[in-house]
């Protein structure tokens, strides 16, 4: 697979990579039983913010010792390749939208330009885009609002198309489909007709299922397809394909293509080896072990594991390197909580 001919058709010009998503502000504050109970929220839960829930973000802050990191899947990708790549501000930039003139945008901006990311938002006329994460005891809650975050706007993406044509690598989230499906085709398109390599998250096993018509229209414009096994086992199961994870990846590498490129794509088990399939190749990555003890939070795993992958995809598709990557960078975040940027320099050759 690190064949001369896949490394002549890598587009070495730049290092830039360009995340597209919903960036969303995570707020994060140890809450109370009865704070549960007021805005009717249980543990181990997920609850997409209501008008009941609209006062809730505003009171967390209240909490002294409430913290707030940028967040959304896509988002959490680019951070951690910047970190990976220790690369500048202008190598590394986001395409989403925030809402206009709110406090909350004010905080993500800053917070996505204080992790090293050019943050280009739109801004348009909803709450910007967060998420309630919410700690009793040892268990947790979360409460997103997509907000504004779902209303990127065509002509925004088209004032910073150059940015997109000129990427190395443009990464995305099957989230994103949900509001933009058209318009991240479209971005696909034009960035793969300019030779970017293209990168798309699976998600979740339920955005999968919702999702599967468009996921396929973009198909054909994607270089990089990653999901954990659950994800790739989903689509397996909408593709009509009942074989091994190994059969249903190689059924999607096959899948009708544009460009110059075959498609890979990438599989992620825990802690188990990782997956990578390109249409004649299969390859298996052993995933360093973790002391389960040191073992914080493994909510992001999937997003860390991209932001090295794509991080090290900038120095040429060396794929077990970028598999390496990836699980270096997915080990040292589930040793802290939520996503949070290490405060070291990654060690990584
Ligand atoms: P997701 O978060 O999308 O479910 P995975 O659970 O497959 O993704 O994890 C992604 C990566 O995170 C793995 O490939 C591995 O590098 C790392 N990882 C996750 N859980 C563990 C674990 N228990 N021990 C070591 N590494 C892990
Ligand atoms: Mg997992
Ligand atoms: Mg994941």
């Known amino acids: 697979m690190k064949n001369i001919i896949s490394i002549i058709k890598y587009k070495f010009a730049t290092k830039k990579i ?21 805005y009717g929220l249980k543990l181990n839960n997920t609850f997409f913010a209501e008008e009941k829930h609209l006062q809730l973000y ?13 967040g959304g899947s896509a988002l959490n990708t680019i951070r951690l390749a910047r970190w990976m790549a220790q690369a500048q501000r202008d190598e590394v930039k986001f395409i989403g939208c925030v809402g206009m003139r709110d406090k909350f945008a004010k905080m993500l901006i800053e917070s996505t ?21 919410l700690l009793c005891n040892k268990d947790r809650c979360l409460i997103p609002l997509i907000g504004a975050s779902a209303h990127l706007s065509k002509e925004f993406v088209d004032k ?24 991240t085709k479209y971005v696909f398109k034009v960035a793969q007709e300019s030779n ?24 054909p414009y994607i270089d990089y397809l990653f999901g954990n096994e659950e994800e790739v086992g989903q689509f397996g ?35 188990k080896p990782t997956l990578i399939a390109s249409k004649n190749d299969f390859l298996n990555v052993i ?13 992001s795993a999937g997003d860390s594991f991209c932001g ?23 080990a040292q975040t589930i040793q802290h909580e939520g996503s949070t940027i290490p405060k070291y320099q990654p060690d990584f050759k």
């Open 308 to 330: 090295g992958f794509i991080a090290q995809l900038l120095n040429g598709p060396d794929l077990i390197k970028c598999a390496k990557a990836g699980n270096y960078s997915a």
């Open 160 to 183: 910073h198309i150059e940015e997109v044509k000129t990427a190395a690598i443009l990464f995305c989230e099957v989230y994103f489909l949900y509001p933009r499906a058209e318009l």
């Open 287 to 299: 995933v360093e072990t973790v002391d389960s003890s040191k073992i914080v939070d493994t909510n």
């Open 58 to 70: 505003e009171e967390l802050l209240q909490i002294p010792t409430h913290s707030h990191v940028p």
């Open 18 to 38: 360009i995340g597209l998503g919903s960036p969303l502000l995570d707020i994060q504050a140890e809450v109370s039983q009865e704070f549960l109970q007021k």
């Open 196 to 219: 970017v390599n293209t990168c798309l998250s699976l998600s979740s096993v339920n955005a999968v299922s919702d999702r599967f018509n468009e996921i396929l229209s973009i198909l």
């Open 237 to 271: 199961k909408n593709f009509g394909c009942k074989g091994s994870l190994e059969q249903i990846m190689q059924k999607i590498a096959a899948f009708n293509k544009v460009g110059v490129r075959d498609r890979v794509v990438v599989c992620t088990q825990g802690h």
């Open 113 to 133: 330009n204080q992790d090293g990311i050019t943050a280009l938002f739109d801004e348009q006329q909803y709450p910007t885009g967060k998420c309630a994460v």
